[in-house]
């Protein structure tokens, strides 16, 4: 993400000075704010990442953290295998970028920092929440078995010996 944070960061400097993109649908939008904004997301975002890499990070509430990276990586790791296929097609359209005022390295680099972000996340959020919640993981869940036998065979065995015991009790009433 620190790629993508510096990019933005020169592009907002870029739209205070009165540059950015003009033609189009940004001619009716403020390039600064809209890259300012992005460079405050982008900053949460690197934030996120340290907060789930680092021991400080378990002070915070983990709802504060859990939830925007499990909603982070449902978005960005779908995105994981669309970015080569993306950029294949786009590379033909890197000269006319260039014409437009951006460099043809801007748009594998900013696909490269999102793809590199989703993975620490896929990667980092398990791992906090294993390290955050120990028991968690040694802990049998409700669906794990504490004997060899599942519970259905114990109910199935359960009923036939209660049939054998009162078939043996109405025999050995008849018999006497």
Same mark, same amino acid.
């Not at 028991?135 to 114990?154: E, L, N």
């Given at each position: 993400?620190?790629?993508?944070?510096?990019?933005?960061?020169?592009?907002?400097?870029?739209?205070?000075?009165?540059?950015?993109?003009?033609?189009?649908?940004?001619?009716?939008?403020?390039?600064?704010?809209?890259?300012?904004?992005? *460079?405050?997301?982008?900053?949460?975002?690197?934030?996120?990442?340290?907060?789930?890499?680092?021991?400080?990070?378990?002070?915070?509430?983990?709802?504060?953290?859990?939830?925007?990276?499990?909603?982070?990586?449902?978005?960005?790791?779908?995105?994981?295998?669309?970015?080569?296929?993306?950029?294949?097609?786009?590379?033909?359209?890197?000269?006319?970028?260039?014409?437009?005022?951006?460099?043809?390295?801007?748009?594998?680099?900013?696909?490269?920092?999102?793809?590199?972000?989703?993975?620490?996340?896929? *990667?980092?959020?398990?791992?906090?929440?294993?390290?955050?919640?120990?028991?968690?993981?040694?802990?049998?869940?409700?669906?794990?078995?504490?004997?060899?036998?599942?519970?259905?065979?114990?109910?199935?065995?359960?009923?036939?010996?209660?049939?054998?015991?009162?078939?043996?009790?109405?025999?050995?009433?008849?018999?006497?």
């Amino acid at each position: 993400m620190l790629p993508y944070f510096v990019i933005k960061i020169f592009w907002t400097v870029e739209g205070l000075r009165g540059g950015g993109l003009h033609g189009g649908a940004w001619s009716t939008l403020n390039w600064a704010a809209i890259n300012g904004m992005t *460079v405050g997301m982008a900053g949460v975002a690197i934030l996120l990442g340290l907060a789930l890499g680092r021991r400080w990070g378990e002070r915070i509430p983990a709802w504060l953290l859990l939830l925007p990276a499990w909603i982070g990586m449902g978005f960005l790791v779908s995105m994981i295998p669309l970015l080569p296929a993306s950029l294949l097609p786009a590379r033909e359209d890197w000269e006319a970028t260039e014409s437009a005022g951006l460099p043809s390295w801007e748009l594998p680099l900013i696909g490269l920092s999102f793809t590199g972000f989703a993975l620490g996340l896929a *990667v980092a959020a398990p791992i906090y929440a294993r390290q955050r919640w120990p028991a968690a993981r040694s802990s049998p869940g409700p669906w794990a078995r504490t004997s060899p036998v599942s519970p259905i065979q114990t109910a199935v065995l359960a009923s036939s010996s209660r049939r054998v015991r009162s078939r043996t009790a109405c025999s050995s009433v008849r018999a006497s």
